[in-house]
């Protein structure tokens, strides 16, 4: 099965840096590439994915690049704010086959 | 777009008792339902995926007598915790897809949080 694996599991961050999140995956079936924030108590809220006929893709300060020969996707945020503050979750999935394995998540703090 | 909501939020019960939480897509029809599961500062772990009318498919693990799932219609699927105990304390999620250009999309839940006293 899909293994999974997000790093570092935690970042502390200055507001207004940038952070990375690496999510590494087994299953070179995979061709669908999300990452989640979830906040809280709260449910995940999926903010940036990616299919694999695609290299990266931006939407404002989030991006995501995928990296399919080495089995990595990344998530790039810019200029980070207090409220970016949460835990991020990967969850590659096959569509073909369609099921999600979580990564183990990453908490971030953006410290004001 | 793409609601889910799920009922109850939060639930309280003795050991040995059953509880049913709901899941319903308010604003489209859900192809396939998942259910998770998150303990305290975890991961989301998947337990069962439903296709409506059918079977639901379990994680391995995932006790299919004790955590019973009916998905009835392509709007609704319940997930029943049958003679609870405090070790299935934990925090139930579940996300709904679409078929479509993009039946890989998630759509999830608020969550319900449950403690077996």
């Known amino acids: 099965g899909e293994n999974v694996e997000q790093h570092p599991s935690t970042l502390s961050v200055q507001e207004g840096d940038s952070a990375v999140i690496k999510c590494t995956y087994s299953?070179?079936?995979?061709?669908?590439f999300p990452w989640y924030k979830q906040e809280l108590g709260k449910r995940p809220q999926l903010i940036i994915d990616?299919?694999?006929?695609?290299g990266e893709k931006k939407d404002q300060r989030i991006a995501v690049t995928l990296n399919k020969t080495a089995k990595h996707f990344s998530l790039h945020i810019t200029e980070t704010q207090p409220e970016d503050s949460a835990v991020y979750f990967c969850?590659?999935?096959?569509?073909?086959?369609?099921?999600?394995?979580f990564g183990a998540g990453t908490r971030l703090f953006v410290k004001a | 777009g793409a609601v889910v909501s799920q009922h109850p939020s939060w639930v309280i019960c003795k050991s040995g008792t059953s509880v049913k939480i709901e899941c319903r897509s308010l604003?489209?029809?859900?192809?396939?339902m998942f259910w998770y599961r998150q303990f305290p500062k975890q991961s989301l772990m998947l337990m069962a995926t439903?296709?409506?009318?059918?079977?639901?498919?379990?994680e391995q693990g995932v006790e299919k007598d004790k955590f019973l799932i009916n998905h009835a219609s392509l709007t609704l699927s319940t997930l029943t915790v049958t003679s609870a105990h405090p070790e299935d304390s934990s925090f139930y999620i579940c996300?709904?897809?679409?078929?479509?250009?993009?039946?890989?999309?998630?759509?999830f839940g608020p969550g319900t949080r449950l403690t077996v006293l």
């Open positions: 996300s709904a897809s679409v078929a479509g250009p993009a039946p890989d999309t998630q759509y």
């Open positions: 299953d070179s079936a995979s061709n669908y």
């Open positions: 990616i299919r694999s006929n695609v």
């Open positions: 969850a590659p999935g096959n569509t073909g086959g369609f099921k999600t394995i």
């Open positions: 604003d489209f029809q859900a192809t396939t």
């Open positions: 439903s296709n409506e009318g059918s079977k639901a498919t379990y």
